[in-house]
C-alpha cells in the first residue's frame, strides 16, 4: 500500500484526521462519548484520555470556566476499536473554582477516575517561572524522521516515522534535544478556531509523552497516576519545551515530573506521573 504518511501502530494504517477531531467527544443522553484512535493495536494511549477528561470537564462547565489543574488515576488499561464513554459530576461550584469528578468507562470497564479543577484560566500577572535550559531552537534540531536518516537514537515508536508526523499515532512533531528522551521540543498542528478547552486537551494529551522513559530503564512500565497543572493559556501549533526528570525511583517503580516551557521560556504547565514496573 502507498503511504501519505507516518503509520500508526498498524503497519499500512495512516490516519489523516486531525489530533482535534481524534479527541472530539458527542454527547448521548447524559454521557459524552469518545473513540480511541483508529488503526492503533497497543492499549490506549494515556495522553488520549487526558485530552478527552480535559473535553469532557468543559462540556460540562459553563461560565467560561476552564480546567485549571487535573489530577486522575489509571485503573486498567484501554482497548483500541471499543467507544469510551464519560460521566462528569459535580462536585462543588464556588464563586470562582468548579471541582468535578471524572471517569472515564469502556465495555463497562472503568479506566480511569479522577478530579478536575476548573477556573477562570486568566493570564497571570508578573509570572514567577522556573529557568528554562539554554537549549537549541526547534527549527535547529533534526525531525524524528531525519534522526532515523542520521541513524541517531530511536524514538522507540514501533514503526518508524516517514516523515509527516500529522498522521502518525501520535501526532506531535518532536525534536529531542540531544539522544536524551528528558528534553524535547514539541508541537501540534494550528487550531485557529479551537475553543480554550481544545488548546489545553491538545497540551494534555502531549503531557504525557516520554514520562515513563524516564523511569523505565528499559524495563516494562506502567503509569498509575497522573497530575498536571495548567499555569498560563496554551496555544495549539505553537511550539513547547518539555523538560522532565525523575523525582524519585525504587526497584518497582518512580516518579516523574515535567515542566513545559513556551519559547520565552515561562513555564506554561507542571506534570507529575507514578509509574510501576510491571
Known amino acids: 500500500m502507498a503511504h501519505t504518511g507516518d503509520e500508526t501502530s498498524v503497519a499500512g494504517v495512516v490516519n489523516t484526521t486531525s489530533l482535534a477531531e481524534r479527541l472530539a467527544l458527542h454527547r448521548a443522553d447524559d454521557l459524552l462519548t469518545g473513540s480511541p484512535i483508529h488503526g492503533f493495536d497497543q492499549r490506549l494511549f494515556g495522553g488520549h484520555l487526558l485530552g478527552q477528561v480535559v ?28 467507544q469510551l464513554e464519560y460521566s462528569v459530576r459535580t462536585v462543588r461550584e464556588g464563586r470562582t473554582r468548579t471541582v468535578l469528578a471524572v471517569s472515564a468507562v469502556q465495555a463497562g470497564r472503568e479506566l480511569l477516575t479522577g478530579l478536575v479543577s476548573l477556573g477562570p484560566g486568566k493570564p497571570p500577572h508578573d509570572p514567577v517561572s522556573p529557568t528554562a535550559p539554554s537549549v537549541p531552537a526547534p527549527e535547529e534540531l533534526p525531525t524524528l524522521a531525519e534522526r532515523r536518516r542520521l541513524g541517531l537514537a530511536p524514538d522507540g515508536v514501533r514503526l518508524p516515522p516517514l516523515g509527516d508526523w500529522r498522521t502518525a499515532s501520535r501526532p506531535l512533531d518532536v525534536r529531542y534535544v540531544g539522544d536524551s528522551p528528558r528534553c524535547f521540543w514539541f508541537r501540534s498542528e494550528p487550531a485557529p478556531d479551537a475553543d480554550a478547552h481544545l488548546h489545553r486537551a491538545v497540551l494534555a494529551f502531549a503531557s504525557d509523552r516520554s514520562l515513563l522513559p524516564v523511569l523505565a530503564r528499559g524495563r516494562p512500565m506502567t503509569s498509575v497516576d497522573h497530575a498536571l497543572w495548567f499555569h498560563s493559556t496554551p496555544t495549539c501549533g505553537q511550539w513547547y519545551l518539555y523538560v522532565q526528570d525523575c523525582a524519585a525511583a525504587h526497584a518497582g517503580g518512580g516518579l516523574a515530573r515535567g515542566t513545559v516551557f513556551d519559547t520565552a521560556g515561562l513555564a506554561v504547565a507542571s506534570v507529575a506521573q507514578h509509574g510501576l514496573v510491571l
Open 55 to 82: 473535553l469532557a470537564s468543559g462540556a460540562h462547565t459553563s461560565g467560561g470556566r476552564v480546567v485549571e489543574s487535573l489530577h486522575v488515576y489509571f485503573l486498567r488499561p484501554g482497548h483500541p476499536g471499543t
